[in-house]
Every structure is written in structure tokens, then in C-alpha cells.
């Protein structure tokens, strides 16, 4: 195929030129000692993909990693971390130098292996130790050319998520990493992969690893769902039971006619994808958000007469849902924002169907901590389904609207009677302080007072009905 026929202008097209510049001036230096360097990996599946990135990674043939780190030591600082794994990290560039390199199970963790550089070794018996084929693609930095022996390009091109040999089993964390390659390049699993996955099980995998695939599959894929659909064609669904769940549980078909909660989630990821904002935190919180938002309807779901129910599933939701994120290692920051979300987006659609007041809006503000997020979530859930929910049209601007009309759309409702106000109002400090404050703040949420000098007069009033000395 004409697109797999790279130069080294190409990898700077698609990269950053400083960067790039210094990948090739470490293959010069190598090449002057006698080496023989290529690009391999992601950066070589990208830019024949033609997309941006932004790592470099240069496998080095016939010279041991101490003389590489001998010659590269003058002009680059080198990491500590990674050499046990044969590998050096240029401080500072996004850059990784490593040699041919076998590894060999010695324990049941994941990190129980043993390293032994090869040093006789050509390209094939190197690539055949990669995990799938569309990362066994090594560019040739001297000749300028591909060498893709196991045919990843063909595979890229087709779509296609193939291991590349029997070692591929030696790693059960390829299974997560194919998870997050089928989200991030709209690919479908082979046959025989998924095969090789459902005889393997994360038991032993680091749990950092685990929350790295997961948030790769948040963050940068096109197409999450086919993520999640990899794990379930892999047989990996039994090692998240909360998504498990999701499989098994119907909806009712007027509101979800897509099936069932899994198809919903699955959607509503695709939906979340398909607007990203570019901040990555904000996008993690709203991606697992999108994941684990249904995660109570299997354990509240009734059928009566007028269809399937899941009452009550955005509160019951909480406990698996941080169960989820507890067992990848998410951030604690990370679970914090996301519970508020689960707990309360059946919330607006309520509000809004109701027509209920601008007071409860402030209460909701208060309860999620970030209206802007709520916003997102609401319009993921209901794009992310066949048949839009029919309470949902209108709710996204007037929740929007109402939020900035009271300054909550990004942040919590600010209590706007502090403690000095009591102050000046003539009380001194005592225990009664934090009961007032509660009062005045209640009030605000209830849209009793609007601004400061309404908020001093029902002080004032408070103080006088309650003969506070």
C-alpha cells in the first residue's frame, strides 16, 4: 500500500519537529558508533495512520544498552527509571531508547519477570515478542523504510486487532492494552486473540497498570465502546462485575430502545467521545461519569404493566460505582467527582419536567458542586440512546441558563453571610455561630435572600427572633 512507504520528513509532519530533531539526532550518534536503529511501536502505527503524536520509541540493534547509554550520556541526560527493563528515558523529551530484550515468568505478578538483552538478534525475532501486530511495525532509520513482518499495516488497514505470536500470552495486561487500541482505532478484535484472552486473568497485574489502559480508553478513544465490546468478547467483563451487570439488565424499550443498560453505557461513551473538551481532567471525570452512571439499574430494576422501572438507580449507584473505581486505582480526586454525578443526574430531568424552582436548582448546585458537569452528563445520557428521552428536550439550555443566572454553573453556591457579618451585627463568637450561618445559607439555597444586603437584613431578623446575646 502507498501509504506505508515513510520517510523520516513524514515522522516530522506528524510530530513535534523538536522532538523529532533530537529522535534523530540519537539515531545518528548510534548509527556513527555502529548501531543500527528504527523507530517502533506507536509512533511508526501513527504516522502511518497519519495522526499526531507525540512518543518516540527507538529499538537499537547490535550494541548493549551500557555502551548506548555511554554514547548517548554526553548530550542527554538518561533516566534511572526503566533500565531494568533494557530501556532509556531521555529527561525531558518524550522519548524511549531500548535494546532487543526477552522476558521470562518468574512469579505470578506482573512485574515478576526476568530481562535478558539479546544481543544477536534481527528485527523479526525482536517484533515477534511484541504484543500486537500493528505495534511490530519498525521503521528503518538508514534505509528509510518499513519492516512489517507480521503484517500490521495490512491489519490497520483492515481494522483488524491481531496478537502477534504465542508470547503474547505472557502478559495478561495485552488484554487491557487491547481494550484501550480497539476504543482509540476503531478496531476489532481477530478470532484467535480473543481466544488467547479468555484463558487469561489481571490476577497478579499492578493496579496503577490497570488504571493506565482505562484512562487511555477514556481519554483518546474514537470509538469507547468498542473497548468495552473487546472485553466482553474476550470474556474480561467477569473481572468488572459492575459492567458485567450492565449486560444483563433490560430497559424499558420506549425510553432505551437500543436494548440493554451495557448498550446504553456503551453509547453514551461513543456520545461522550464525540465531545471532548480538550481538558484532560474534565474529560476523565466526564468519561467515567458516562461509564459507571447506570451502574445501579441492575439492582433496583421492577417490570410492571406500563414497562421496565429502575427507581431510585442514581443513588443506589453510588457504592458501585466507587467499588469500579477503587478496584482500577482511579485518583481519589477522581472519585470524588464522579460519585456527585452519579448520585444526582436523574435530578435535572425531574426539575425540569416538574417545572420546579429556581431554589432547587441551588440546591442541586450545591449537592453536585459543578453544574457545567451535570450539564455534560445529562446531554451524554440522552443522546446516548435511540429514542431520546422526551423529558430531556429543552433541559439542557434552561439548566444552563438558570445555573449562570445564579454564578453556579462552574462552582458550588457561595454562602454570601460569612461569619464576620454576624460580627458586625454585634454577636461574638460562640457556638451558636455555625447554627446561624447553617440558617442564613439554607435560606440563600431557598432563594429567601439574593445579595448581601437582603442576606444582612434576614440576619438581622434571625438575630432578633432568637434573643442571641
Not at 539479546?118 to 528485527?123: P, S
Not at 470474556?235 to 448498550?263: M, N, T, Y
Not at 432547587?360 to 450545591?366: E, S, Y
Request: aromatic residues 10%.
Amino acid at each position: 500500500m502507498a501509504y506505508i512507504d515513510l520517510t523520516s520528513k513524514t515522522f516530522q509532519k506528524l510530530s513535534n519537529v523538536k522532538v523529532c530533531a533530537k529522535a534523530l539526532d540519537i539515531c545518528s550518534e548510534l548509527i556513527h558508533a555502529g548501531a543500527r536503529p528504527y523507530f517502533v511501536g506507536g509512533c511508526v502505527r501513527d504516522t502511518i495512520r497519519r495522526k499526531k503524536f507525540s512518543d518516540f520509541d527507538i529499538e537499537v540493534f547490535g550494541m548493549s544498552l551500557v555502551d548506548i547509554e555511554n554514547i548517548l550520556a554526553s548530550r542527554f541526560a538518561i533516566e534511572k527509571t526503566g533500565k531494568a527493563f533494557c530501556v532509556l528515558k531521555i529527561h525531558g523529551l518524550p522519548i524511549d531508547v531500548s535494546v532487543p530484550r526477552a522476558e521470562t515468568k518468574i512469579g505470578n505478578k506482573h512485574g515478576d519477570f526476568s530481562i535478558n538483552f539479546l544481543g544477536k538478534c534481527d528485527v523479526k525475532t525482536a517484533a515477534s515478542r511484541r504484543d500486537f501486530t500493528i505495534n511490530a511495525i519498525y521503521f528503518d532509520v538508514v534505509d528509510e523504510k518499513i519492516i512489517d513482518e507480521f503484517g500490521g499495516s495490512k491489519d490497520l488497514d483492515l481494522g483488524i486487532l491481531r496478537h502477534v505470536g504465542e508470547k503474547f500470552s505472557e502478559d495478561p495486561l495485552r488484554v487491557l492494552r487491547g481494550m484501550q487500541f480497539a476504543g482509540r482505532f476503531n478496531l476489532k478484535a481477530a478470532e484467535g486473540t480473543l481466544c488467547l484472552c479468555k484463558n487469561l486473568s489481571p490476577e497478579g497485574l499492578s493496579r496503577e497498570r490497570i488504571f493506565s489502559e482505562w484512562e487511555k480508553l477514556v481519554l483518546y478513544s474514537e470509538t469507547p465502546s468498542l473497548g468495552l465490546r473487546f472485553l466482553k468478547d474476550a470474556g474480561w467483563l467477569k473481572f468488572f462485575p459492575q459492567i458485567e451487570a450492565l449486560d444483563r439488565c433490560p430497559q424499558d424499550a420506549d425510553q432505551h430502545g437500543e436494548g440493554s443498560v451495557f448498550e446504553h453505557t456503551c453509547m453514551a461513551l461513543d456520545v461522550f467521545a464525540e465531545n471532548k473538551i480538550g481538558d484532560r481532567q474534565e474529560d476523565l471525570i466526564l468519561g467515567f461519569a458516562a461509564l459507571c452512571h447506570d451502574f445501579g439499574k441492575p439492582y433496583v430494576m421492577t417490570q410492571d404493566a406500563k414497562g421496565i422501572h429502575h427507581y431510585g438507580h442514581d443513588k443506589v449507584g453510588i457504592p458501585y460505582a466507587e467499588e469500579f473505581l477503587k478496584s482500577i486505582n482511579a485518583p481519589n480526586y477522581l472519585i470524588e467527582a464522579v460519585l456527585p454525578l452519579v448520585r444526582w443526574h436523574m435530578v435535572p430531568r425531574f426539575l425540569y419536567r416538574d417545572n420546579r424552582t429556581d431554589s432547587a436548582i441551588l440546591h442541586l448546585a450545591n449537592d453536585v458542586g459543578r453544574m457545567d458537569r451535570l450539564i455534560r452528563l445529562c446531554y451524554i445520557d440522552n443522546m446516548g440512546r435511540i429514542s431520546n428521552d422526551k423529558h430531556n428536550s429543552g433541559l439542557i439550555d434552561w439548566l444552563a441558563e438558570t445555573a449562570r443566572k445564579f454564578g453556579v454553573l462552574a462552582s458550588q453556591p457561595m454562602p454570601i453571610i460569612q461569619g464576620r457579618d454576624l460580627i458586625r451585627c454585634g454577636l461574638s463568637p460562640s457556638d451558636q455561630f455555625s447554627e446561624i450561618l447553617d440558617r442564613c445559607f439554607a435560606a440563600q439555597l431557598n432563594c429567601e435572600f439574593f445579595d448581601h444586603t437582603s442576606g444582612i437584613a434576614y440576619l438581622r431578623e434571625v438575630i432578633q427572633n432568637s434573643n442571641t446575646p
